[in-house]
């Protein structure tokens, strides 16, 4: 069963009810024992090589005989920032990643070769045509604005999260721009073929309305960028957090597993492997506490490096140490996402198609049990149950490999090997 105990808390009644009598054929992706894996299909300076849309759909066919099942795609509205963040117009989806017919394509080609599409979606914020609020398509007034903001115009209702100083907070308990934004987002997926959202800055405003936005636009897959600090030594109250969003959001969406990525690159690079298990044996992330609903991913746009130009680099995996954590993301449940960099610019791709092969060929699902074999200074290991077979996995310089008959080196690198039986 599903389990969210976090600081003393179980599953809320209704949830458990709600699991209880689900269908043994599951929903969605989001409610258990989904194999997709997904792309970041960008990273920070992608802008600059264009069209980046054209890169995309020329990668197409690749992306997907590697496996992949969907893509992370960059902001594609007008934007008065290079990478899209600050979102302008937000029906204008011409952008510096390229034309609204050249996105099209892409997704397109993508849809050819079974790729879903998953739009990164700004919702939190929104900068004015030409001055600090004047808003156009879709045309919104000051009424749009939290109060509270550096906008002194601003007349909206107060701030539902945390307030974003580089643009105007938008008001989501105003119907006008909820029924705005819906409308929005259900036309990227009408007409432009997105098939799912990526929320950006989610501690911008109250999870509830992912929620409502989701029940609108129904998006095959969805996930929340809520990145807030992590402490190392305690690492519950963090990933409580994350649960607490997805319960917010109705359970509508999944998160970024930040924990996991905290704590793995922490054991990674200081042989600290015990921080992967928790005080009742358990992944010491998000995915020990609700997998189904937890995004692994070793780096992305804002926490690694770019390829040219200058990198984010806030928060980032040891870069000798990459394969290491493929190798846990992989084999493990929840749902992993790839950093387009880790993959095409930095010669892993090969390493991180077979892991995922095998993953497949295992049946190693979003919800698959983790068993953990040992957790100490100088590796981790642990056996994973798919719906067609075992994995075992080791990282670290640690010796260990599985105990028993009928297992197979499946694949091995640097510090990692995988089998399967």
């Not at 989501?172 to 819906?182: C, F, I, M, P």
């Not at 963090?238 to 996991?260: C, E, P, V, Y």
């Amino acid at each position: 069963m599903l389990k969210k105990k976090a600081l003393g808390g179980v599953l809320s009644l209704s949830w458990a009810l709600a699991l209880a009598s689900a269908p043994a054929a599951f929903a969605g992706p989001l409610d258990g024992n989904s194999g997709d894996v997904m792309l970041q299909g960008f990273h920070w300076t992608s802008y600059q090589t264009s069209p980046w849309w054209g890169i995309v759909q020329g990668k197409a066919s690749d992306i997907g005989a590697s496996g992949f099942s969907m893509v992370w795609l960059p902001p594609s509205s007008d934007a008065a920032s290079n990478e899209g963040y600050l979102p302008r117009r937000l029906e204008v989806l011409d952008s510096r990643y390229g034309t609204e017919a050249q996105l099209k394509s892409a997704i397109g080609a993508l849809h050819t070769y079974g790729v879903k599409a998953i739009a990164d979606i700004v919702v939190n914020h929104r900068v004015g045509t030409s001055n600090w609020a004047d808003f156009t398509q879709p045309t919104w007034g000051s009424w749009a604005v939290t109060s509270g903001d550096e906008w002194t115009g601003a007349t909206g209702a107060a701030d539902t999260g945390d307030g974003y100083g580089a643009a105007r907070d938008l008001d989501h308990t105003n119907t006008t721009v909820q029924s705005g934004l819906t409308t929005w987002m259900n036309n990227l997926k009408s007409k432009t073929g997105y098939d799912g959202w990526r929320y950006d800055y989610v501690k911008g405003y109250a999870g509830r309305y992912v929620g409502q936005y989701n029940s609108a636009t129904v998006p095959y897959f969805s996930v929340g960028e809520l990145w807030t600090d992590l402490n190392l030594d305690n690492p519950n109250p963090h990933r409580q957090l994350l649960m607490n969003w997805i319960d917010a959001a109705g359970g509508k969406s999944a998160a970024f597993d930040f924990t996991t990525k905290g704590l793995l690159q922490q054991a990674v690079q200081y042989n600290q492997f015990w921080r992967l298990k928790d005080s009742e044996g358990k992944p010491a992330g998000a995915i020990g506490w609700w997998a189904a609903k937890s995004v692994t991913f070793i780096d992305n746009h804002d926490t690694g490096p770019s390829t040219g130009g200058i990198s984010q680099n806030h928060w980032p995996f040891p870069s000798d140490k990459v394969m290491q954590g493929y190798a846990y993301i992989l084999t493990h449940p929840g749902v992993p996402c790839v950093y387009w960099v880790h993959f095409y610019d930095w010669g892993h791709k090969a390493a991180i198609t077979k892991l995922m092969s095998i993953r497949k060929a295992k049946g190693i699902h979003s919800s698959s049990a983790v068993s953990i074999q040992v957790a100490d200074t100088s590796r981790y290991a642990a056996l994973i149950t798919g719906s067609k077979g075992t994995v075992a996995m080791k990282i670290g310089p640690g010796d260990w490999s599985p105990s028993g008959t009928g297992w197979t080196l499946e694949t091995s690198g640097t510090n990692y090997a995988v089998w399967s039986k």
